[in-house]
């Protein structure tokens, strides 16, 4: 018996071929972010992207077992200060 349907008229999408949301969670450093991931990949989730970073911003994604994407990121809050300090010192 599937619960979801006392929640809501909508039809639920095949979370394997479409993307219905992606949560994101912020942690206290890049090597959380890691680690993060590396728990997810043993519990059988697979990375959905390449890394990025953006020197002030590291993220990487996940799909859970269910399909659901997932991202994990950590702002280093002092270089994005440094970085919007830059950005209005140099305007385009």
């Known amino acids: 018996m599937n619960l979801i349907h006392n929640f809501t008229k909508k039809e639920i999408c095949d979370t394997i071929k479409d993307t ?3 949560i994101a969670l912020s942690t206290e450093s890049r090597e959380k972010v890691d680690r993060m991931i590396q728990n997810v ?20 994604g996940f799909q859970d077992i269910n399909g659901h994407l997932w991202e994990i990121i950590y702002i280093d809050e002092k270089a994005l200060r440094d970085n919007d300090h830059q950005e209005q010192s140099n305007p385009i």
């Open 20 to 22: 219905e949301v992606i």
């Open 41 to 60: 990949i043993e519990a059988g989730g697979t990375e959905s992207r390449e890394p990025q970073d953006h020197g002030w911003m590291y993220g990487r």
